[in-house]
């Protein structure tokens, strides 16, 4: 059997090593627009502070892909996919033939329609690693930086080129930052926060247009102002990179439609990792492009074409930023019947939320000790009326749930 | 090549007094000088990697469970978090931790917690340069009433069906005494 893996992150190897482990005879190629080795992005941000060494973002030794049998293609980007055939395209007009197809592509940065944003010089996306080595290029001249976009990207840029000891204007098009993971009173917190190390944060602000000398981008045009700058980081949120699908018949919406198995619509093609969309599950469960929803999806698509029937267990609906080192957690939804909230006076603040006696989201700032607990309890469906208000405090924990088997025991 | 089964900490709630002892001693363990009056000299301060949870009149001495299929190594996404190929034990090499919280924000035992200070990951690694030497960890030969056991699975099993026959026979009042026994033993002596 031959099984054609497109990408060669995280989704990407957690199935090629799950496929190893099982059966060492099939053959296995990987297709890799990029030329490097697997790496992880999630610390690209502080390899640009200069807090990670470039070795550390890879995550296997060189001899991985000989010694498990991994026929890795370097810088060949896949262009299309024709299932009838069983065959994708890259480019050149080359062809290479499957039995099963893995889509472990991921996702691309969104560029907002702004005239210059796609093509000016200087200005630069932190998805991958070339894109980090552009922005330490360009560091080395550039003093004042734009960052659009207050996702937990675009933040953790911020806070790398402040500690690059660049001035940096933060932009965000809504009306408060982190709009995807906070309500407006925790976002106002990490504004503030922000501020306080120098950031100037204009929220309500889109950028609306690119200008540029000789040496590229000189500003960018918001809010009717101009904001002189050399560098400029476009982190407006990430979109599944869904256009290798045309014309191969395989259903996606926002991103590819997988069931639990990781099967798309079409027979022999499985789809993991950034990539996916979940339609058979509620709305916070379905898109989730996040490092652990990528390797976990990986294994189960494995597993399936393996013919091992598997289901996955449901993506993780949770994620967290550092913004200059405060912990920022969030998780499920964002507005609810019932919120219960703790504080210590310091800046730490939680919030749980509940709907008809469940957990079903929350927000964390400063204090994130046992995020995973709640998160579970959300996952799960637990109820948890009779936990009351501990539910928000940092010591809610799992023993709160022992109690009542004690309470028989010591009765 | 056929594994042998290694041990690994077993709790037994009921025998905990939450006396703490196992909180000293992981952050003593996990210190630099590894003496309790070292340790309070030291600068961080030295972190346990175990709690003593506290509900009403209940305590549980809480920790990593070195799951089997663990959520923190799937989240992880730098190679840090890892099992040790020896003893299974699941535990974060510091040197590539860049502290970005996601295992603590997957766990659902709360068994990582974010150290702010050195913004490493923290939790029980199962005291691999005790074990090697085949001592138990710090937390279990520090509890004083049995509420932390170092076995294995066969060994633990085997123990609990004693501890139940033995109670099934000579009625609840076994001759081992849970956490409330002690308490009360203490409360009455005085
Ligand atoms: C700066 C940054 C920080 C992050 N921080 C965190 C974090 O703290 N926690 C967290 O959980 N997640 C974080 N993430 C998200 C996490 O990195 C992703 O969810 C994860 O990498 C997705 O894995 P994937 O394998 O689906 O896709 P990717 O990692 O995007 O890999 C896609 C692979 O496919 C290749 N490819 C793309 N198109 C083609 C094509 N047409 N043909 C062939 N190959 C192709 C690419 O070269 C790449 O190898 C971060 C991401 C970034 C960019
Ligand atoms: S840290 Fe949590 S998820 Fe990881 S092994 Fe321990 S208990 Fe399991
Ligand atoms: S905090 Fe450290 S151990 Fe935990 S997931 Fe992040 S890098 Fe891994």
Redesign the interface.
């Known amino acids: 059997m031959k099984i054609v893996i497109i990408g060669n992150g ?1 989704a990407a190897i957690a199935a090629a090593e799950t496929i190893r482990g099982q059966d060492r005879s099939c053959e296995i190629v990987m297709l890799s627009r990029e030329s490097v080795p697997f790496y ?4 690209l941000a ?1 390899y640009v502070e200069g ?2 060494p470039k070795d ?1 973002l890879f ?1 296997r030794d060189p001899a991985f892909y000989s010694r498990s049998g991994i026929d890795i293609r370097y810088g060949r980007p896949v262009i299309r996919i024709e299932p009838q055939t069983r065959q994708v395209w890259l480019a050149g007009n080359e062809a290479v033939a499957y039995d099963q197809l893995l889509i472990a592509s991921g996702s691309k940065a969104f560029v907002p329609p702004i005239p210059g944003l796609a093509t000016a010089k200087g200005v630069f996306e932190l998805k991958t690693l070339d894109d980090a080595e552009g922005i330490l290029e360009r560091i080395k001249t550039a003093r004042r930086a734009v960052v659009i976009g207050s996702g937990f990207i675009g933040l953790e840029a911020v806070q790398a080129l402040i500690r690059q000891g660049l001035d940096v204007t933060l932009l965000e098009a809504q009306a408060q930052v982190l709009p995807a993971m906070l309500d407006r009173e925790m976002a106002a917190i990490v504004q503030q926060r922000l501020t306080a190390h120098g950031v100037q944060v204009h929220t309500g602000c889109g950028a609306e247009r690119i200008l540029e000398n000789e040496n590229g981008v000189r500003a960018v045009m918001a809010g009717g102002c101009e904001i002189p700058c050399e560098l400029v980081i476009c982190a407006a949120g990430v979109r599944a990179d869904l256009s290798i699908l045309e014309g191969s018949g395989i259903a996606s919406n926002r991103g590819i439609l997988v069931n639990d198995h990781m099967q798309t619509n079409v027979d022999g093609v499985f789809a993991a990792g950034d990539i996916i969309e979940r339609p058979d599950v509620p709305e916070k469960y379905r898109v989730l492009p ?3 929803n990528a ?2 999806t990986g294994r189960i698509a494995a597993w399936n074409m393996l013919g091992i029937a598997t289901r996955h267990p449901g993506l ?1 609906a ?3 930023v ?1 913004v200059f ?1 405060t ?1 920022i ?1 969030s ?1 499920g939804t964002q507005t609810a019947e019932d919120c219960l909230r703790w504080q210590d006076g310091n800046g730490a603040v939680r919030k749980v939320l509940l709907q008809e006696g469940r957990v079903i989201g929350g927000q964390l700032i400063g204090e ?6 709640l ?2 309890m959300m996952k799960k469906g637990i109820a948890a009326e009779r936990f009351g208000e ?1 539910l928000a405090h940092p ?1 809610f ?4 749930f ?2 009542p ?3 028989v ?2 009765a | 090549m056929e594994k042998t089964v290694s041990k690994t900490i077993f709790t037994v ?2 025998n905990c007094v939450a006396c703490k002892s196992c909180e000293i001693a992981c952050a003593v363990e996990h210190s630099c000088s590894k003496t309790l009056a070292g340790a309070i000299l030291e600068t961080p301060l030295p972190q346990r990697r175990i ?1 003593v ?8 001495p ?1 920790r990593c469970q070195h799951c089997s299929d663990a ?1 923190c190594i ?6 840090a978090m890892q099992r040790d190929g020896n003893t299974d034990a699941v535990f974060s090499d510091h040197d ?1 931790c ?5 295992c ?11 150290d ?1 200070v050195n ?1 490493k990951a923290l939790k029980c690694d199962r005291c691999p340069e005790r074990t090697a030497k085949g001592e138990a960890p710090a937390c279990v030969s520090a509890c004083p009433t049995g509420a932390l056991l170092f076995l294995t699975p066969e060994e633990f099993a085997a123990q609990r069906r004693q501890a139940t026959a033995h109670a099934a026979v000579c009625g609840e009042s076994t001759t081992k005494l ?3 026994d002690i308490l009360r033993s203490l409360k009455g002596a005085n």
Request: hydrophobic letters at 35%; proline letters at 9%.
């Open positions: 995280p992880s992005p999630c610390p502080e807090s990670v550390h995550l996040i490092w652990p390797v976990s993780e949770v994620n967290v550092r080192d912990p957690a998780f994130i000790n046992g995020t995973g607990v998160h579970e501990a010591g924990s799992y023993a709160h022992m109690q088997s004690r309470a025991k010591w | 709630v009921e709690t949870e506290g509900v009403g009149a209940y305590s549980y809480s959520s799937t989240a992880c996404p730098t190679g590539r860049i502290g970005c919280w996601m603590v924000v997957v766990c659902p035992f709360g068994g990582v917690t974010a702010p913004k849970n956490g409330m």
